[in-house]
C-alpha cells in the first residue's frame, strides 16, 4: 500500500485534524482538543486518549469473523492468542537472545510441514516468513539462482503462471527483472492448463507456477499434468525446470481433506512450497 503526500494547506479542520467526539474528553484538561492527522502534535497525550484515538479509527474497520467476502476467518483459539500475547515483546531480530522460538520451534514446525508435504527423501529446508509473499518471493528468487547457475540459458529470464493468480507473483517480476508470462484463465474451467504452459516454455524460463487454491475462485491448477510436462521436457531437452506450488489458500486443508491428491513433494517438478506465513523447499 502506497500513501501520498496530503496537502496541508487546504483549510478545512478534517483534512488537518483528527475529530471526534473522544478528543476532549480524553486529552488533559487544558490541552488543545485538535490532534494533527499528518504531523506530530506539540503536545504528547495520554496513553488512554492515544488508545481510544486508534480504537475508534479502527471500529470502522470489518469484523474478521463476519469476512467471508475476500480473504478467510481468521478465528483463532484463545491459547493461540495467549502465547502471541505473551510474545508480542519480543523483537525476534535478536534471535540468539530468543532461540526457542527462533531455532527449536522453527525447526519443529519447518520439519514437520516438509513431512506434511511428503518430503520424506528429499533435504528440505524452509522459513517462516512475514506472509505469503515474502515466501513466494523467497522460493522463486531461489528458482531465479538455480536457472542461472544451471547456464541453461543466456537470455532474459522468464516466469509462467497464470493470469488469476496472485499480484505477488507480478510483484516477484517486477521486483527481480523476470518477464511474467502470464496465461489467460478460460471462463469455464478457471485454471491453467499444462497445454497452455508447454507453448510458453524455453531454456529461460526459470519457474512454472501453479495455485492451489486461488485466491479469487478457490480452483486448483492441474499440478500433477504440468509436472508429468516439465518431465518430459526434463527428459527430451534436460531442462529442470521447478514447479513453485502457491498454496497461501489451501496448503492447509488439502493434505486432511484430500491427502491422495497428489500436488505436493511426491511429484518430482515441486520444487517449492508457500503455505500461509511460511514457505518451505
Ligand atoms: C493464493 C495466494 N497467494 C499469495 C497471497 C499473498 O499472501 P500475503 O498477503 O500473506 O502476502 C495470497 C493472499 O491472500 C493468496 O491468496
Not at 485538535?34 to 475508534?56: C, D, T, W
Request: glycine residues 6%.
Amino acid at each position: 500500500m502506497i500513501s501520498k503526500k496530503v496537502n496541508l494547506e487546504q483549510p478545512t479542520q478534517s483534512i488537518q485534524c483528527q475529530v471526534g467526539a473522544f478528543n476532549a474528553r480524553n486529552l488533559p484538561k487544558g490541552s488543545k482538543t485538535e490532534i494533527p492527522k499528518y504531523e506530530f502534535p506539540e503536545e504528547g497525550m495520554s496513553p488512554r486518549a492515544a488508545y481510544q484515538l486508534v480504537h475508534n479509527q479502527l471500529s470502522l474497520d470489518g469484523n474478521p469473523l463476519l469476512n467471508l467476502a475476500s480473504f478467510v476467518n481468521t478465528w483463532m483459539e484463545p491459547e493461540a492468542e495467549k502465547l502471541i500475547m505473551e510474545n508480542i515483546n519480543k523483537n525476534i531480530i535478536d534471535v540468539f537472545e530468543y532461540p526457542q522460538i527462533s531455532r527449536v520451534i522453527h525447526q519443529n514446525i519447518v520439519n514437520t510441514l516438509g513431512r506434511l508435504f511428503n518430503g520424506h527423501n528429499t533435504e528440505f529446508m524452509g522459513t517462516a516468513t512475514a506472509g505469503s509473499s515474502e515466501a513466494i518471493m523467497l522460493g522463486l528468487l531461489a528458482h531465479k539462482w538455480n536457472w542461472k547457475i544451471s547456464g541453461r540459458g543466456t537470455g532474459k529470464p522468464n516466469i509462467i503462471f497464470g493470469a488469476d493468480a496472485h499480484v505477488s507473483w507480478d510483484k516477484f517480476a517486477r521486483y527481480f527483472d523476470v518477464d511474467a508470462i502470464k496465461i489467460p484463465i478460460s471462463k469455464k474451467t478457471r485454471i491453467i492448463t499444462a497445454e497452455a504452459v508447454s507453448k510458453h516454455i524455453d531454456e529461460n524460463t526459470i519457474c512454472v507456477g501453479c495455485v492451489l487454491g486461488t485466491t479469487y475462485t478457490g480452483e486448483i491448477d492441474p499440478i500433477k499434468e504440468i509436472n508429468d510436462l516439465l518431465l518430459e521436457c526434463k527428459r527430451e531437452k534436460n531442462w529442470n525446470i521447478p514447479i513453485h506450488v502457491d498454496a497461501a489458500s489451501g496448503g492447509f486443508i488439502l493434505p486432511f481433506t484430500e491427502p491422495d491428491l497428489e500436488w505436493d513433494f511426491r511429484l518430482d517438478r515441486v520444487r517449492s512450497i508457500n503455505i500461509p506465513g511460511t514457505s518451505t523447499d
